[in-house]
């Protein structure tokens, strides 16, 4: 799959998930536009590394996606977008009459509302390119629920029920939009919910990975980065272009469960 001559913009990508699938799309000839909050050296340096190893384009652009200014922003100094990868999210776990209110806040305005922001910015450069491709990363948390993740679980459905209306939106043209429902992947988002599970359901480390987390993934392996990023790419491909308004579970099994 060529996706030479592509621009793809992969929102919280200097980490986990979105970086895995911003090396993949670089592999298959994208040129990137790679994205967080931060400002450092690294995560521009990151991006030259993408170039340098794969010969595409890749710049990094500081927005936070928590501001629906700057996920537009974005996309405006991008000045490109055929291929958008909403990915950007954030986790926090608590029962819900004790769910911090900034958290809820945060996880729907990180992990819902960006992908409004950006997917309406996005839109018109790829009517006006003749083609596009949106990738929302949703999660098994968007078909299904655990206790104690009532904001991401909400924020996941979310973006599920809009990755449909999107398609149907844009179904007489070249653009689909579909969603990535990912399984555990061990990323330092599911690094961090470790010690809050633990409390939570009083158990060791070990127990946590073993009973709650791969306890739902009837393959009792995580998903990676890499097999997340060749579904983003297969997405991206022509043998997909029939493929919009749904989602690809990449979860062992999980959601057969
Ligand atoms: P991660 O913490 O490694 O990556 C999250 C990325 O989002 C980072 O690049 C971070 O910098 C960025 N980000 C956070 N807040 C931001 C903000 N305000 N503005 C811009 N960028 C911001 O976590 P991950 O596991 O790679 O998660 C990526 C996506 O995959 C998330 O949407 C997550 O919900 C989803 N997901 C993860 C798993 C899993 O098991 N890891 C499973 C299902 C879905």
Request: proline share 4%; with cysteine; charged share 20%.
């Amino acid at each position: 799959m060529s996706l030479t001559g592509k621009t793809a913009i992969v929102t919280g990508s200097n980490s986990g998930i979105g970086l895995g699938i911003a090396w993949e799309l670089a592999r298959a000839g994208a040129d990137l536009v790679l994205n967080s909050f931060t400002d450092r050296d690294e995560d521009h340096a990151l991006a030259a590394q993408i170039a340098q190893e794969t010969g595409v384009e890749a710049r990094y652009i500081r927005a936070d996606m928590s501001k629906g200014d700057e996920c537009r922003a974005l996309i405006e100094q991008a000045g490109r977008c055929d291929i958008l990868v909403n990915n950007a999210g954030i986790q926090h776990v608590a029962p819900l009459d004790e769910f911090p209110v900034d958290k809820w806040d945060a996880i729907i305005a990180i992990n819902l509302n960006s992908a409004f922001h950006t997917t309406a910015a996005a839109l018109p450069m790829m009517r006006a390119a003749g083609w596009g491709r949106i990738v929302n990363i949703a999660s098994a948390h968007g078909l299904t629920a655990s206790p104690f993740k009532a904001a991401y679980v909400a924020a996941k459905h979310g973006i599920v029920g809009m990755t449909k209306t999107v398609a149907l939106e844009t179904a007489q043209e070249p653009i689909t939009a579909n969603a990535i429902c990912p399984g555990y992947v061990l990323t330092p988002l599911v690094e961090a919910q470790i010690p809050d599970t633990m409390k939570e359901y009083g158990m060791s480390r070990e127990d946590v990975i073993k009973n709650v987390m791969l306890e739902r993934q009837p393959s009792k392996q995580f998903a990676t980065v890499e097999q997340l990023g060749g579904t983003a790419v297969f997405l991206c491909s022509d043998a997909a272009a029939q493929i919009t308004g749904t989602t690809i579970s990449v979860d062992g099994g999980w959601t057969a469960l």
